[in-house]
């Protein structure tokens, strides 16, 4: 079992830059996919970026491709996703979560962090 904590959210101005961080503990972090999901008030769960467990194939989705940067450093046990250009629509409670392999369904998930993009 891995457990996974979420911080780095907060209220940012269009345009501005947030970094969030997934830490994680209780099992090998490194041996994961991982995954960010993000839900949007009012709306389902979106998928925004995975990386495989070596972090040396990051995906996007196209909503974020260019402006969002995901990557991991297994020697810390910690997940990373890198937003810059945020946009109003970018506002959601941003979720880690950690699958066996990228086809797997999420076996763990963080409890969330708010990110805000409002002027």
């Known amino acids: 079992e891995v457990q996974l904590v979420e911080s780095g959210g907060g209220l940012v101005q269009p345009g501005g830059s947030l970094r969030l961080s997934c830490a994680a503990s209780?099992?090998?972090?490194?041996?994961?996919?991982m995954n960010w999901v993000r839900q949007a008030p009012g709306k389902g769960l979106e998928w925004v970026s995975d990386?495989?467990?070596?972090?040396?194939?990051?995906m996007y989705a196209d909503s974020v491709k260019g402006r969002f940067t995901i990557s991991r450093d297994n020697a810390k046990n910690t997940l990373y996703l890198q937003m810059n250009s945020l946009k109003p629509e970018d506002t959601a409670v941003y979720y880690c979560?950690?699958?066996?392999?990228?086809?797997?369904?999420?076996?763990?998930w963080g409890q969330g962090t708010q990110v805000t993009v409002s002027s």
């Open positions: 979560a950690a699958a066996q392999t990228k086809y797997d369904e999420y076996a763990y």
């Open positions: 209780g099992s090998t972090f490194s041996s994961y996919h």
């Open positions: 990386i495989n467990s070596g972090g040396e194939i990051p």
